[in-house]
């Protein structure tokens, strides 16, 4: 991959970057189940629940995928005055990057789009959508509340991230142009349609192949054919360059000075949902940040390979780009937060991996704890260990503990060959982390009966199981401790 260490490079630089964006946000619920038998009322499979994931989509997302990059992001966007739309609100607030500029009307709902998922496949997308001309005053006030927001001096680019619902109509446009070029911003757009004129003198638009094809009217079947489409393109709606995301055929960036194709990562897809909104997220972060073209659309084509390989709408964090270019280590991505995590065990799972889950506090580690470990990586295919933090281990030990830090910690436990993530949590018992994350295997030492063992019971009423692992005797940190005390 070129450039990769100037790519490296520019990571830390996203977190210094501010980005606006406006569009249609919507409300994304995925229903995931298996599916073990088909309907005798009609031909179609029965979809067994097990649970229900909600986030946001469009301009929503754009701003989620921003905030995993830390880049800082103000949202403007129409919700409805209802419980889709508060839903929608609560989710956004969670982002610790992002702040809310969302208009509530009661002219029209809050767009729902549910998916149902098993085995990593969607099987039906149901829309809740009542699609309605929003009022020219409610308009008029975003735009103009848009413009004094990327006036500031804190905000180096503009996203317009369209999906047709009526935010983004010829006006909202055309005033969110004027504002971006008085203030010398940088407009990208995601755009929707036939008509490009719409963004007449943006700076980047991102269609994608078929979107390309269509609203230039010309074939797009080749590199060639894909930098004429974005030439005329370009030359007819006076736009600054195109980036065509193109699947499997990677990526392609047009303007007047540059013609480069960027290759796909070679990565399993799973789930195209959001896609687009990663790339142009991590399109305007970079050229926020200061990055040249080319490569700020290089790191969103990274960034496009890891979205895909997820399941569901989601969003690529600094950390998992850091680590696909080379820049952090195996050791330092095992450890993970809980947020993470979830992304984390949502791919493993698409791929129909299991997932166990231990933990403990590893103040110093000792063949029983490798035993342990090593027991529990051979029960599942992917492990996690959940490690109590600083605080929780005084609760639980006494003064005095623990000896190592939480950090010191981690990265013991993560440099073992059968961990494959690690992740704190600083409750005294695990519980809450264990219903978070519904684990496959739970596994405890054999010091502990079947019904002791915190979070048991809930695993195996979803039909996981316990495995108590064998214990290695004449092993135990507080006997160590001792030990040392005494010499």
Request: net charge negative; with cysteine.
């Amino acid at each position: 991959m070129k450039n990769t260490s100037r790519l490296i490079d520019w990571l830390d630089r996203l977190a210094t970057a501010n980005v606006v964006c406006v569009g249609d946000v919507m409300l994304d619920r995925f229903v995931y189940g298996d599916v073990q038998r088909i309907s005798p009322e009609a031909p179609i499979p029965v979809l067994h629940i097990s649970r229900e994931d909600v986030t946001v989509g469009g301009a929503g997302n754009v701003a989620r995928n921003l905030s995993a990059l830390g880049t800082g992001a103000r949202l403007f966007g129409v919700v409805g005055d209802d419980a889709a739309g508060r839903e929608a609100g609560t989710v956004l607030s969670a982002e610790p990057s992002v702040t809310l500029s969302l208009t509530v009307t009661d002219a029209c709902p809050t767009i729902v789009k549910t998916r149902f998922i098993a085995g990593g496949q969607q099987l039906l997308r149901t829309d809740e959508e009542q699609v309605s001309a929003l009022t020219d005053d409610l308009l008029a006030r975003l735009s103009g509340d848009l413009a004094e927001a990327v006036s500031g001096p804190d905000w180096g680019a503009l996203v317009l991230s369209d999906y047709g619902k009526g935010v983004l109509n010829d006006a909202t446009i055309l005033a969110a142009l004027n504002a971006a070029r008085a203030a010398d911003v940088p407009v990208i757009v995601d755009p929707k349609g036939l008509d490009f004129e719409r963004y007449r003198g943006a700076d980047i638009i991102t269609p994608n192949r078929r979107e390309l094809a269509a609203a230039s009217r010309m074939p797009t079947d080749t590199d060639s054919q894909v930098v004429a489409a974005a030439r005329h393109l370009i030359g007819s709606c006076e736009l600054g360059a195109v980036i065509a995301t193109r699947g499997a055929g990677g990526m392609t960036v047009v303007s007047d000075a540059v013609e480069v194709h960027l290759q796909a990562s070679a990565r399993e897809v799973f789930d195209v949902s959001g896609a687009g909104d990663t790339v142009v997220a991590t399109v305007a972060a970079g050229l926020a940040a200061g990055m040249a073209l080319v490569d700020a659309a290089e790191l969103a084509n990274i960034a496009a390979g890891l979205v895909v390989a997820k399941v569901g709408t989601a969003v690529v964090r600094r950390e998992e780009l850091a680590d696909c270019l080379g820049g952090a280590p195996e050791l330092a991505t095992k450890i993970i937060d809980q947020a993470a995590l979830q992304d984390l065990i949502a791919q493993w799972r698409a791929r129909g991996l299991t997932v166990g889950f231990t933990n403990g506090c590893f103040d110093i580690v000792h063949p029983g704890h490798i035993s342990l470990i090593e027991q529990a990586s051979a029960a599942c295919d992917r492990l996690i260990v959940a490690l109590n933090d600083d605080s929780s281990v005084g609760r639980l030990k006494g003064a005095g503990r623990p000896v190592q830090t939480e950090e010191a910690r981690a990265r013991v436990i993560a440099s073992l060959a059968g961990v494959d993530g690690v992740v704190l949590f600083g409750e005294d018992r695990p519980l809450e982390l264990i219903e978070a994350i519904r684990p496959n295997v739970l596994v405890k030492g054999a010091d502990y009966a079947i019904d002791e063992v915190v979070g048991g019971d809930l695993v195996t009423s979803y039909g996981g199981r316990v495995v108590l692992a064998k214990l290695i005797e004449g092993f135990s940190t507080t006997d160590t401790i001792s030990r040392i005390a005494e010499e």
